[in-house]
Structure formats: C-alpha cells, structure tokens
C-alpha cells in the first residue's frame, strides 16, 4: 500500500485562533483518521518559508497538541520569525519544526518527496491551504503518486461579495491547479460537486469526483432537554461575518426589545467568534442595551459548551446567505433539535424536510416563527430523541469508507 501523505498546513496555521470551525474540523477528522488506520502515514505542513514531513509519531504528537491533550513547548525561534503571531502559533511552528523528519525549501521539495517516497505516495489536501503549484509539481515528480483535493464549497468564487477579492483569486488559482494535476477530487454533497465540475468543465479538464458527506462528531450529553433557564432559548452558530447574516436575527431582537416586555423575550444565543468586514453587527454587539439581556455573545466556547447549549435550545437558527455544507445543522439534527434555516440545496440532499425553510429576506416570518415556538411548552427528551431518529445523520466512518474506496 502506498503511503498516504496529509497536508495539515491548515490545522498549524490557526493553532491559538480559538475552538475548530468548519473546513479546520475537517482537516481534524482526517488527521484523526490517517493516525487511526493501518496504512503507513505521513504528515506535510508548510511552514514560514520551508516545509517540513513528520511520520506516524511525529503526526501523532501534533495531533494530541492541537486536541489539547498535550501542549507545546517553547516557541523557539518562531517569536523572531513570526513576531506578529500569536504565541500559540508560534510554539505550534516551532514544535512541528522539532518533530520533523525531513525539511526543506520550496525548491527543495520535490528532491525531499522524491527522497522520502521513492516508491509512490497519494496526497490529500482536504482543507483548502497550500494548494499550490510547488507543492503539486513536487507530489507529481514521485514516481507512483496520486493527488486528491477535497472542495468544501465555491464561495469565493460564486459569492465573491461575501470574500476579499484576494481570497476570489486564490482560490480561482486552487481550482486552476486542480483541475490541471488532482487524480480525484472528493466533494462534501452533490450539490457542491456539480457547481464544482461546471466550473472544471471551463477549464478544460474535469477530474475524476466522487461525493461524500461530512460527519459530525458529538460529544456525550446526558440530557438534551432544555436546561432550567426560565426563558426559552436559541442558538445561532458560526463565525460572525456578512455571509451568516446575523443581521436578520439582531434587527428582529431590536423589534422584540421595543414591542414586547423583557420577560417576555426570548433568549438569543451567538456562538461563535467575529470574523471580518462586519461593522453593522458588531456596532449593535458592542453597543446595544440587549446584550447581556436578552442576547447574548460567545465567543470562545469548547465544543462541549456548545453542544450543550444546543442540545439545550428551542431551536437552531441559521439564516445564513450561503453554506458550503453547514455542519451546524447536521449537529442539531443529531441532537432533535429543531431546525430554521434559509433555503439551500446541500440543507435539503442532507437534511430533506427536517428543517422549517424560511425565506432570508423576510424577517418577519422568523420573527413570527421565534415567537410561536418561544410560546410553546418545552420538548421532552423523549421529543428530541425520536426527532433525531427520523433523519439518517452522515457519519465520519461512512466518509472514509467512501472515499477509501474511491481512492
């Protein structure tokens, strides 16, 4: 069996930035899967002008430490290259340094590659990071290799408003480089899969595809009935940015706080950091009487802490513009927690009927929807647990059974 070569330059790059969000859990799962199989394993990150190789050992200590369940130790010489990290990041550049097994320059890459898999490879990059024609041409010069890219969504491309123009153009050069030298290419929903092959077919080569959904990992919650709190509560999830539009749900709490008495307002929870280019948002976050009221902000919450509160809500709201899979909702639904999101094709191939689809640009029908479930009895587990049951939620293990066999 060839070896398998990860590329975790993602998961290093955001080591202090806070808990794991969408395209970095997944670059996580894989990282988990690679050192849980028996295939011989390996581990590429690009480091400040070099890169650097671990094996299974080295893998599994970067792993532990970006789990927490070890940390890192000095930052070494990082503080003088990386002045402006943050010193997370720079003890996690400094560890995988250490850990290494080979190193090099750019240039010296495809020698240290060809060196070390002499007799074949197969790349992943699953995280959207250091797709680059350097690093590709150095895969490529192997003699027996493979290159899979996972394409988590074309955001960047399709809402280029919702991205800084360069973001646009790394990633137009992403799927560039794919479609020129990927062997295969997974994709995260079907959906994904034929936005992504319309834009191959331009480009003139359409690689090799295959579709497998994302799966979620839960932590054990005793009880996923609502918590003692007297108000009802509900919980909106993601990183505070344009494109999840936490605008509609903070206008709504405004009109709540002029036309209703405070104890008759529902609790609104935002769980998630602050992203960019968000200024309206964050005005009304900093400023308005409601936070701390009625609306409240977390933004650095472990992923226990989230589940809870989640299992713990009315219901999920996610008026997002556009998700490249939405893994928040695959989450709630695992728990029977009821669902209102706005309209999306990937919601509905995973989901199908389970979630309330509401329109994004009609605020007063997630007003009138907040309302009528705030004045609702609260579920009983037993609710939740057989809501849960009605849908069929995509495992991590049916992922990789997929996509092993597509490889």
Known sequence: MKPRLLDISRLISREGLGPHTGIDRVELAYFREFLRGD???????????????????????TFDRIIGEANWSTRGLARIILPKSNPAHQAAVSGVWRLAIAKSSGRGLRKALV????????????????????????????????????????????????STPESTEKFTNLLKLTSELAT??????????????????KLGRVPPGVAAHLGVDLVSIPNIGEGTGEKPAFVVLGTIEPRKNHLLLLEIWQRFAKTLSPQDIP???????????????????????????????????????????LAQCRALLFPSFVEGFGLP???????????????????????????????????????????????????????????????????????????????
Not at 39 to 61: E, H, I, M, N
Not at 135 to 143: C, G, I
């Open 115 to 162: 060196a070390l898999f002499g007799n074949g490879v197969s790349y992943f990059n699953v995280g959207h990071s250091n797709i680059r024609q350097e690093v590709f041409d150095a895969v490529d010069a192997v003699r027996i290799s493979g290159i899979t890219v996972l394409i988590h969504d074309l955001i960047p491309l399709t809402y280029s408003s919702f």
């Open 267 to 309: 609790e609104l929870h935002i769980i998630g950091r602050r992203g960019w280019n968000n200024g309206k948002v964050f005005s009304i976050l900093d400023g308005d009487p409601m936070m701390g009221a009625q609306v409240f902000e977390h933004s650095n919450l472990p992923d226990e802490a989230v589940q809870t509160r």
């Open 39 to 61: 295939a011989p394993v390996y581990f590429l990150c690009r480091l400040p002008k070099s890169y650097v190789v671990l094996d299974r050992t080295g893998g599994q200590k």
């Open 184 to 201: 295969r290419v997974i994709y995260n929903s079907k959906a994904t899969q034929r936005e992504a092959e319309a834009e191959f077919a």
């Open 329 to 407: 909702l695959i989450e709630a639904a695992s728990l029977g927690v009821p669902i209102i999101c706005g309209e999306n094709d990937i919601y509905r191939e995973i989901l199908g009927d389970y979630p309330l689809y509401l329109n994004v640009d009609n605020s007063y029908l997630w007003e009138k929807e907040i309302l009528e479930r705030a004045g609702r009895n609260r579920e009983s587990e037993a609710e939740r647990q057989a809501r849960a049951g009605s849908v069929k939620i995509p495992t991590w293990d049916e992922h990789f059974d997929r996509i092993f066999r597509f490889v």
